[in-house]
């Protein structure tokens, strides 16, 4: 089965496969028509927006099951194994970019974990974020259909907007965020400057007395500020790196499921294979299953929009 924005669906024994994207602009896929009514639990490294232009259209991610209607957004964050469950024909509109645009941007990659958890805009709830993410989900399948010159940074410009409106909306839905903007600002800087220490240094045994040292915050207050910033614990943070570096292990090193474990920061395999079904909702071999593929051939998306 081809995907609909000229990605290559690996299959394996698992159903549950890798998809390679081929992108149209270097990181960058969108596409509108011939979306498929059914797909199959996958996954891919990079993120994907829907735009559903119809109603009635139902998606997955893990075990949890998302019905759309026409106007609302669906956001699947790199690596979450999803699928679509059911949808009328050309009923989306597919926005798919290189998870490389957030986590080779510092603001975003630390801002990320706000996001993992947000998967529906509502039309009908959310209606000013709703409205900001599909005017520029348009405008970039626009672009792309036209063409020109600097296409591929005018659509990356658009990708930005859209990610800061969604860090914004999380930011400000969050009552603990302070009104006074300066020491706002000061605060959040230090929490960034947590994050990036704790993304940097989570393959080896990491405290959080050390990394609110580090920041500049005494224990007990960096273990409410943090949360309160970044949504998650410090533990549940760190975790969450050291799943990101094992996942990138599992796709491209040959060392044995124990050795990823302790190189990605973990202290015992029983603990791994724990904390890699929590958030991925498979276990680590299932996960490397999936990375061993059958290429089926592509084909050119379809770039009629109306």
Same mark, same amino acid.
């Given at each position: 089965?081809?995907?609909?924005?000229?990605?290559?669906?690996?299959?394996?024994?698992?159903?549950?496969?890798?998809?390679?994207?081929?992108?149209?602009?270097?990181?960058?896929?969108?596409?509108?028509?011939?979306?498929?009514?059914?797909?199959?639990?996958?996954?891919?490294?990079?993120?994907?927006?829907?735009?559903?232009?119809?109603?009635?259209?139902?998606?997955?991610?893990?075990?949890?099951?998302?019905?759309?209607?026409?106007?609302?957004?669906?956001?699947?964050?790199?690596?979450?194994?999803?699928?679509?469950?059911?949808?009328?024909?050309? +009923?989306?509109?597919?926005?798919?970019?290189?998870?490389?645009?957030?986590?080779?941007?510092?603001?975003?990659?630390?801002?990320?974990?706000?996001?993992?958890?947000?998967?529906?805009?509502?039309?009908?709830?959310?209606?000013?974020?709703?409205?900001?993410?599909?005017?520029?989900?348009?405008?970039?399948?626009?672009?792309?259909?036209?063409?020109?010159?600097?296409?591929?940074?005018?659509?990356?410009?658009?990708?930005?907007?859209?990610?800061?409106?969604?860090?914004?909306?999380?930011?400000?839905?969050?009552?603990?965020?302070?009104?006074?903007?300066?020491? +706002?600002?000061?605060?959040?800087?230090?929490?960034?400057?947590?994050?990036?220490?704790?993304?940097?240094?989570?393959?080896?045994?990491?405290?959080?007395?050390?990394?609110?040292?580090?920041?500049?915050?005494?224990?007990?207050?960096?273990?409410?500020?943090?949360?309160?910033?970044?949504?998650?614990?410090?533990?549940?943070?760190? +975790?969450?790196?050291?799943?990101?570096? +094992?996942?990138?292990?599992?796709?491209?090193?040959?060392?044995?499921?124990?050795?990823?474990?302790?190189?990605?920061?973990?202290?015992?395999?029983?603990?791994?294979?724990?904390?890699?079904?929590?958030?991925?909702?498979?276990?680590?071999?299932?996960?490397?299953?999936?990375?061993?593929?059958?290429?089926?051939?592509?084909?050119?998306?379809?770039?009629?929009?109306?």
């Amino acid at each position: 089965m081809t995907d609909i924005c000229g990605a290559n669906l690996m299959k394996n024994k698992n159903l549950r496969s890798k998809e390679e994207i081929v992108y149209m602009y270097n990181t960058v896929s969108v596409s509108y028509q011939n979306s498929p009514t059914r797909f199959p639990e996958h996954w891919h490294l990079s993120a994907e927006f829907i735009l559903a232009m119809k109603d009635h259209c139902q998606y997955s991610i893990g075990k949890d099951t998302y019905l759309l209607d026409e106007g609302d957004i669906f956001l699947i964050w790199p690596s979450q194994i999803h699928s679509v469950v059911s949808t009328p024909e050309n +009923a989306s509109l597919l926005l798919q970019f290189d998870d490389s645009l957030i986590t080779d941007n510092n603001d975003l990659n630390v801002s990320l974990p706000l996001l993992h958890s947000l998967h529906v805009i509502s039309v009908r709830e959310m209606q000013d974020l709703n409205q900001t993410v599909s005017d520029k989900m348009k405008e970039i399948f626009a672009l792309c259909s036209e063409g020109g010159l600097f296409v591929e940074t005018k659509v990356k410009i658009g990708i930005y907007q859209i990610l800061i409106a969604l860090c914004n909306y999380e930011m400000e839905k969050s009552s603990s965020i302070r009104t006074d903007q300066t020491v +706002a600002g000061s605060t959040l800087h230090k929490i960034r400057n947590a994050c990036a220490y704790i993304t940097r240094n989570c393959d080896r045994e990491i405290t959080q007395q050390e990394v609110a040292d580090y920041a500049g915050f005494s224990h007990y207050y960096f273990s409410r500020i943090f949360k309160e910033y970044t949504g998650e614990s410090f533990s549940e943070y760190l +975790a969450k790196q050291r799943i990101n570096r +094992a996942i990138q292990m599992l796709c491209s090193n040959p060392d044995s499921i124990t050795e990823i474990a302790y190189k990605a920061g973990f202290q015992s395999i029983s603990s791994f294979n724990r904390v890699f079904r929590l958030y991925m909702h498979c276990s680590p071999r299932e996960y490397r299953e999936m990375y061993q593929w059958d290429e089926v051939p592509a084909t050119e998306a379809s770039r009629n929009f109306s």
